[in-house]
């Protein structure tokens, strides 16, 4: 069977999604953007990661999130899009926004990991080498290195954007005096910090708790927030068991010992909340996310496109009153 040839749908821009600046930056992102973390890797089909993606995009998601080492297996994230774009986005690489990261396990060896000079350089040419791309938009240092030299993981983000490799820079979950220091290097070696990326949603509330959210606009940089339905719990998956083919029933990153009760107790709280504002409760958590100004955006994963057309109905309501944040906040304080 062959493959039709993709047209990107005329109305993209037209169909519900806004757009967020990046901090001070002239970079607009859309509010929801696609993270190819899980269900994009060599053990999905291609065909169905093509499908996802087309859809998102067909839908005004030009950004698209990726890292070294998303699949399963390592890398095999970066080759499913890598063919995608090949095949059908390539004359659209104008209108994407395309991130990676390095930091985490990626090949074996004392270079495959971590965020010296040599593994990040490393690791970059041969994300662009898997995405058949010249540049990537953005590329992250993917966490805080305490052995390496911040300076020497810094210059090197510099480095990348002076020879052209990528766009921009962010840094992903740094504790915030290693970012304070990164947003000052950066800056005043003329790449400044256009993201911060951190993990954030109803269950984990460290941006704001830390100061991130706080400390990244100060600096002028963007906030993305990752986990956003914290890896599923706070949708209606787990309301009445574990499905057979949950993540935690695949014993991935998500653990049982995540659903203890008092978790469930407050996810069929929230979930009550989130119907009578007309909402699922993964709509709802998006939302809640997104009446923040201070978030650029929001990356969502798919394993369907049904699920990522549900997801981006978040956008049709991102308005809380007072009282649904004071319940809110309540549920959560139990």
């Known amino acids: 069977m062959i493959d039709e040839v993709y047209a990107a749908a005329a109305g993209r821009y037209d169909c519900g999604m806004t757009y967020r600046r990046a901090g001070k930056s002239g970079v607009l992102l859309p509010a929801i953007s696609l993270g190819l973390w899980h269900n994009f890797g060599d053990v999905d089909t291609l065909s169905l990661s093509r499908k996802k993606l087309h859809y998102a995009f067909d839908h005004g998601i030009t950004h698209f999130d990726l890292a070294n080492n998303y699949g399963p297996a390592f890398g095999s994230a970066e080759e499913t899009f890598g063919q995608v774009m090949q095949k059908s986005l390539a004359p659209y690489r104008d209108e994407l926004f395309i991130s990676t990261k390095a930091g985490h396990d990626m090949w074996p060896g004392p270079y495959g990991s971590w965020c010296s000079r040599k593994s990040l350089m490393a690791s970059l040419d041969q994300s662009l080498r898997r995405m058949h791309l010249d540049y990537v938009d953005i590329f992250y240092c993917h966490r805080y290195d305490p052995q390496t030299p911040l300076e020497e993981t810094l210059q090197t983000l510099v480095d990348m954007v002076r020879q052209g490799k990528a766009l921009y820079v962010g840094i992903s979950k740094f504790p915030p005096e290693a970012a304070s220091y990164a947003y000052r290097y950066l800056k005043e070696h003329e790449t400044p910090c256009l993201l911060y990326q951190g993990r954030?949603?109803?269950?984990?509330?460290?941006?704001?708790?830390?100061?991130?959210?706080?400390?990244?606009?100060?600096?002028?940089?963007?906030?993305?927030?990752?986990?956003?339905?914290?890896?599923?719990?706070?949708?209606?998956?787990?309301?009445?068991?574990?499905?057979?083919?949950?993540?935690?029933?695949?014993?991935?990153?998500?653990?049982?010992?995540?659903?203890?009760?008092?978790?469930?107790?407050?996810?069929?709280?929230?979930?009550?909340?989130?119907?009578?504002?007309?909402?699922?409760?993964?709509?709802?958590?998006?939302?809640?996310?997104?009446?923040?100004?201070?978030?650029?955006?929001?990356?969502?994963?798919?394993?369907?496109?049904?699920?990522?057309?549900?997801?981006?109905?978040?956008?049709?309501?991102?308005?809380?009153?007072?009282?649904?944040?004071?319940?809110?906040?309540?549920?959560?304080?139990?």
């Open 200 to 334: 954030y949603n109803f269950f984990n509330r460290e941006p704001e708790q830390q100061g991130i959210l706080q400390q990244a606009a100060e600096q002028g940089s963007g906030f993305i927030a990752f986990s956003p339905l914290a890896q599923g719990l706070l949708t209606d998956r787990y309301l009445n068991g574990i499905p057979e083919d949950s993540r935690i029933a695949r014993g991935g990153f998500l653990k049982i010992e995540s659903l203890t009760p008092a978790t469930l107790q407050k996810i069929r709280r929230l979930n009550e909340v989130a119907l009578r504002r007309g909402q699922s409760l993964a709509e709802m958590a998006l939302a809640w996310l997104l009446r923040n100004e201070r978030v650029t955006s929001v990356i969502v994963g798919a394993s369907s496109v049904e699920q990522l057309a549900g997801n981006l109905k978040a956008l049709q309501n991102t308005a809380f009153d007072e009282a649904e944040l004071q319940e809110l906040e309540s549920i959560l304080a139990e």
